[in-house]
């Protein structure tokens, strides 16, 4: 039987091949770069309340994830250079021990202080083995393989969103949350040696490239300020600082376009739109998933909810997106449908949410309408996202393949932070601070997710256009 380069052979492009003999230790380390620095994003999220009764520190609460948030993104943009200068093996075993590190700082910390510090290393560590994984499948996998591994690799936040707290919670119950970050170590250690072993040794090629420090700032500032902002329940400094993040953004794009040294390929700028309007649409799904902050504490005290799970009932939004990229990753010859169906899917999901989502009501039904609604929205993201990832590839030249894979978490953990500092804002101006009652969470939760559906909606139009 011919096989025709539109629809290639199972045998070649399916699970087994990517789990069989030759890619199985390549593949199963570049899931774990992901699910390491995913599982310490929830696990440090469900531990933080134990940590703030032990040593203190409840005004920093809120800066042990914005000090993580703004390193990973900064983490993140330097993979393309370390990639270059070390290649995979050395990159992928810096930022593992980098990962450790941090994990052993907090896991001693006596102070608030001293774990922030602690989560600045994480950061920097997490955002570029994170970053490492997704750039690495164009390295150390062929093409035919690629929506297999982006979906392999995506799927590990929604494994991470399921065991990350399971495991934060065990230990916080405990009274043990030290306990929680010596866990991870082992797992950091193990990948670090002998996972990076299965890696290529060698440079990626050509000249070492530089960090790109004068992008990296202004993007970095840019999340620090409308993270720091998203605190405060003054709508004034919550203003102030989406005014001064979206300046500094246009100030990054204006560099990036001019600049030889840059974060996204250059093909990013050029007369073609598809490269931006893939790259635009992801943002704008990754901005729509960012509702999940919320889900657990309108889970709680609108459905009445226990603590567990309401947590849970926020992770089916991470697994509709594992579910949706598994279920899809195979189906490449119709990868521009699908990239164009996605958003739809997830717009569905808000909708559904803007009306189920404030309902005041503990009924089974209710419940399970805010989770059908979840598992759309995370479906919607999930189908899309190993095609938006195989076309960010495909469409950056042979030269800026290194800067193609690490773009990709750039936008990814950028969006994350624009997105769940949009979200703080939106909920402050409509009076979610002001402790209203079960009126003013349902008035919070209806302005949040009918602001939020706009974001899918603008993505079903982006992705039309990046599919002409």
């Not at 997490?126 to 297999?148: C, H, K």
């Not at 999340?223 to 246009?250: D, F, Q, T």
């Not at 402790?435 to 349902?442: D, E, F, N, V």
Request: hydrophobic letters at 55%; aromatic letters at 8%.
């Amino acid at each position: 039987m011919t096989v025709t380069s539109e629809e290639p052979a199972a045998s070649a492009t399916g699970w087994r091949a990517l789990f069989g003999r030759e890619h199985r230790s390549v593949a199963i380390t570049l899931a774990a770069g992901v699910a390491l620095h995913a599982v310490n994003v929830y696990l440090a999220a469900t531990i933080m309340p134990s940590v703030v009764d032990d040593i203190g520190g409840s005004g920093l609460y809120a800066w042990a994830t914005t000090v993580f948030v703004f390193a990973s993104v900064l983490g993140s943009t330097g993979a393309a250079a370390v990639l270059g200068a070390r290649g995979p093996r050395s990159s992928y075993r810096l930022a593992a021990l980098l990962l450790a590190a941090g994990t052993i700082v907090c896991a001693v910390a006596p102070s608030m202080p001293v774990l922030l510090a602690g989560r600045l290393v994480q950061g920097l560590g997490g955002g570029l083995l994170f970053a490492l994984s997704y750039a690495m499948v164009r390295i150390t996998l062929d093409e035919a393989l690629w929506p297999r591994a982006m979906a392999l690799v995506s799927a590990m936040w929604g494994v991470a969103t399921l065991v990350g707290p399971a495991l934060g919670g065990l230990f916080a119950q405990l009274d043990a949350w030290r306990g929680a970050f010596w866990g991870l170590l082992p797992f950091l250690l193990f990948f670090g040696f002998w996972g990076a072993t299965r890696l290529p040794k060698g440079g990626t090629g050509g000249s070492a490239p530089r960090i790109p420090w004068t992008s990296v700032s202004l993007l970095g500032l840019a999340v620090l300020v409308i993270s720091a902002a998203s605190i405060s329940s003054r709508i004034a400094v919550n203003a102030a600082g989406l005014l001064v993040a979206a300046l500094l953004l246009a100030g990054w794009l204006r560099h990036e376009r001019r600049t030889t040294l840059r974060l996204v390929p250059a093909a990013t700028f050029a007369p073609d739109a598809r490269l931006r309007l893939v790259y635009v649409t992801m943002a704008l799904l990754v901005l729509a998933s960012t509702v999940e902050v919320y889900v657990p504490y309108f889970g709680q005290h609108l459905q009445g909810l226990g603590p567990l799970t309401a947590g849970y009932l926020g992770a089916v939004l991470a697994a509709g997106w594992t579910l949706g990229s598994i279920a899809y990753s195979g189906m490449s010859h119709r990868g521009g449908m699908i990239i164009a169906i996605g958003p739809v899917v997830s717009l569905a999901g808000l909708v559904g949410l803007f009306f189920a989502g404030p309902v005041h009501s503990g009924s089974v039904t209710a419940v399970a309408a805010v989770g059908v609604s979840l598992l759309l929205l995370g479906w919607g993201v999930g189908m899309a996202w190993p095609h938006l990832l195989t076309r960010v590839l495909q469409l950056t030249p042979e030269e800026d393949q290194d800067l193609a894979g690490s773009s990709v978490t750039t936008i990814q953990l950028t969006a994350t932070a624009f997105g769940s500092a949009l979200a703080g804002t939106v909920t402050n101006v409509v009076g979610f601070s002001d402790g209203t009652g079960a009126g003013g969470l349902q008035n919070t939760a209806r302005w949040m997710f009918g602001l939020f559906a706009l974001a899918p909606l603008a993505a079903v139009l982006t992705a039309r256009s990046a599919r002409r």
